[in-house]
């Protein structure tokens, strides 16, 4: 249902059903033209013959007189002369002198011309209704002549005739809607096996390309431009991974040669400002290691594979990070609300949602001063969500977008330790994921949402109980005191 849908809200059905419509009313257009052509004929050919007669009878009188007139008329009412023809020819009194109507039809004024009527009482013929298109003349002697000819059978073919006409019309509507149809329908397909790609490209599988059944239309003109742009997209993503792996080489090897010889300089320094300055220069240095750090995560969250997802244990991968997190808000005096649901499940990279979920209690539990910070793990509609909030001084709204880019801070958290790139890894995750992550004013504080988005029914559990690697474990979510996850969003 869903899919016809798509195909009748579809661009090009709604073209098709245009060019239908217009060609629709053409074709209605020229059947009715047709229509009207033809009875007008048949009415024309009707009071032609009419007129005929007349100018017979016209002619008969001048010879003949009424008598000859009489005969003429006789002669032409009857059946085996002329079959639809109805005459009428009556004395000053009214009394029929010939024809093969018993009586003058009523309700006809004698100075009309032409006539519309019906009858039911003609002469040496069944007694049937005649619909009747006459022409009635005064001859000299006060004798009225009626001549006319019965139109039951243009009637009818009228009839048939529009009957037919508005069945074509019909089956051409039909016909056209069809048409559109399956053309809808056949450009959907393609145009959803485009969509599809791309959205596995978004995904961050690269090495997806548009499949190309047809190169010479417009449709397979695209797919070749968009596999090129691909092809082009991929050589440059490689070339920065490998400008980035290159780097990540170059400069973090001699920064920890550089703490490593500030570590044994402070070994054997006395002088406590020397002392402290070293602890200063170390402490620049561990910044400077795990903010590297951070954008590389962030770079392969950016482009993450969903080749490597699993199904997750959401209850068991949010316990093992609550572990972590719960000592440093008690150290810190807050409370440390959990509330996890059983039996949640999602599928993912454990590594990077777990990741994700420290990035977002580490900075709860940064920025709350008082107060708490709840992590929730709860499912809607059959999607899970991960819910983190916290009582700290929240994001204002016209900056919720701006803390998911790299290196923002707001002012209030440029003197706490960080670098701005928590939340853009979370946001990083989230994308990767299809995740829809949603910042909220709680009241006070902030409320962060990772809701995960419904399964899909033709993926089947492989490993419900995937863990995460550690990721709270192996690399903590900041290198300095936990907060809140709002300005500021550290990196893991």
Avoid at 285 to 299: H, V, W, Y
């Amino acid at each position: 249902m869903k899919r016809l849908i798509r195909i009748f809200g579809s661009t090009t059905f709604r073209l098709a059903l245009v060019y239908t419509l217009i060609f629709g009313v053409s074709v209605g257009a020229l059947f009715y033209f047709v229509y009207f052509s033809s009875v007008g004929f048949i009415v024309q050919q009707k009071e032609a013959a009419i007129e005929a007669d007349v100018t017979g009878f016209q002619e008969t009188f001048e010879r003949s007189g009424v008598t000859g007139l009489i005969i003429a008329v006789n002669r032409r009412a009857n059946g085996t002369t002329s079959r639809d023809g109805i005459y009428i020819l009556v004395d000053s009194v009214g009394n029929p002198l010939a024809g093969n109507l018993r009586s003058w039809p009523r309700n006809i004024v004698p100075d009309d011309i032409w006539l519309n009527f019906t009858i039911n009482d003609m002469r040496r013929a069944e007694a049937e209704i005649a619909d009747v298109r006459a022409k009635q003349y005064i001859i000299p002697g006060n004798y009225m002549l009626i001549v006319g000819r019965d139109v039951r059978d243009a009637r009818e073919f009228r009839g048939r005739l529009l009957d037919s006409l508005n069945v074509g019309l019909g089956i051409t509507l039909a016909l056209g809607v069809l048409g559109g149809f399956l053309f809808s329908r056949a450009i959907m397909r393609r145009i959803e096996t485009i969509t599809r790609t791309c959205r596995k490209i978004m995904s961050g599988d690269l090495s997806q390309r548009v499949a190309v059944s047809r190169q010479n239309d417009e449709l397979g003109q695209l797919a070749l431009s968009i596999n090129a742009m691909l092809d082009q997209i991929e050589r440059l993503m490689r070339g920065m991974q490998q400008v980035s792996d290159n780097v990540a080489h170059d400069l973090r090897t001699p920064l920890t040669r550089l703490r490593s010889r500030l570590e044994s300089a402070l070994r054997h320094m006395d002088d406590p400002t020397e002392r402290e300055t070293i602890e200063g220069a170390i402490a620049d240095a561990d910044s400077l290691l795990a903010t590297f750090a951070a954008l590389l995560r962030i770079a392969r969250a950016e482009a993450g594979s969903q080749r490597n997802f699993v199904d997750i244990d959401l209850h068991a991968l949010a316990e093992e990070v609550v572990d972590l997190y719960g000592p440093l808000a008690e150290e810190k005096g807050l409370d440390f609300a959990v509330h996890l649901r059983e039996g949640v499940t999602a599928r993912g990279d454990p590594n990077l949602i777990g990741q994700a979920l420290a990035n977002l209690i580490d900075n709860a539990i940064k920025y709350t001063s008082e107060g708490g910070v709840t992590v929730a793990l709860t499912e809607r509609d059959g999607q899970a969500a991960f819910i983190v909030s916290d009582t700290g001084p929240g994001v204002p709204e016209a900056y919720r977008d701006k803390v998911l880019e790299r290196l923002f801070r707001l002012e209030q958290s440029r003197t706490s330790p960080g670098s701005g790139l928590g939340l853009s890894l979370v946001a990083a995750v989230a994308k990767s994921h299809g995740l829809d992550l949603k910042l909220e004013d709680n009241r006070p504080g902030l409320r962060v949402t990772l809701q995960f988005p419904a399964p899909r029914a033709d993926v089947k559990s492989n490993n419900t109980d995937s863990k995460p690697s550690g990721p709270a474990k192996d690399a903590p979510a900041e290198n300095g005191p936990p907060g809140k996850a709002a300005p500021d969003a550290e990196a893991a």
